[in-house]
């Protein structure tokens, strides 16, 4: 009669295999990032951009490779060369050289090459914190683009924008005190500047040139935005807003919404 084997069986499970092994942390680096994690890095980029330490073409690509990372070694490279380390001061930036006026001019990193715009059977918008180019080609086929300007830094004194509009229209919106130069032809199409404010001395100048067949150009003043973002011209379209949001918390009230 064969005795029993005093190794066991190689059915029998075993206790030190069944037990899961601890997982080590993971790195800084092979964490993955969150959507709220690419639009910090996505709001450095702009931030970058908008004073001139970065080209269009490089924003562009680090905006891309931001919004692809899934992890924050992806994240990380983008920003390297834009934020500080921790216990290093930051150097002293050159102020840019500010016109009398709502706009600001900064011809550091200033560049050569225009910026094109393209609205065919559709549109393009610039608005907000931008950097506006000594040159913009813009181009509307049965579009529309809509440039504001309030916000934005120019990269020359003197800016000029030029292009064709064809069964489309390009519409300006520029800070009061800019000077503007309307030197655009007119084919079953015009421009319309006469809602433009006087020039300030020393304020930039802003240059538009083409040609507007069956289309439009228009330039209008705004005036600055207040501390909540709305400029006067807008007070009706707030007052509008505040009434109605009273009214739907008053309702909320009446209901105990909250």
């Known amino acids: 009669m064969s005795t029993p084997s005093s190794h066991p069986s190689s059915l029998e499970p075993n206790a030190e295999s069944s037990t899961a092994k601890p997982v080590a942390p993971t790195g800084p680096e092979a964490m993955r990032a969150s959507d709220a994690d690419r639009q910090q890095v996505a709001d450095v980029l702009s931030s970058a951009y908008a004073e001139g330490r970065l080209t269009r073409e490089e924003y562009d690509e680090r905006l891309d490779q931001a919004m692809t990372a899934r992890t924050f070694g992806e994240l990380i490279p983008v920003t390297r060369d834009l934020v500080y380390a921790p216990g290093t001061s930051a150097p002293t930036p050159h102020a840019p050289a500010t ?37 913009t080609q813009a181009l509307a086929l049965f579009g529309g683009i809509d440039l504001d300007l309030r916000d934005a830094v120019l990269e020359s004194q003197t800016v000029e924008i030029s292009g064709i509009w064809c069964f489309g229209g390009l ?74 949001q009273r009214r739907l918390e008053r309702h909320a009230d009446r209901h105990g919404w909250h």
Request: glycine share 14%; aromatic share 4%.
């Open 99 to 135: 016109t009398a006026g709502p706009l600001a001019v900064d011809p550091t990193n200033a560049s050569a090459e225009p910026e094109r715009l393209v609205g065919i059977f559709g549109g393009a918008t610039r608005s907000g914190r931008w950097r506006v180019r000594r040159q």
């Open 171 to 244: 519409d300006i919106k520029v800070p009061e005190g800019m000077e503007v130069r309307d030197q655009t032809v007119g084919i079953f199409g015009g421009s319309d500047v006469s809602h433009v404010a006087p020039p300030t001395p020393g304020a930039p100048t802003l240059v538009i040139k083409g040609v507007a067949l069956f289309g439009g150009v228009s330039v209008k003043s705004v005036r600055p935005r207040n501390a909540d973002g709305w400029s006067r011209g807008d007070s009706r379209a707030q007052r509008r807003l505040e009434r109605v």
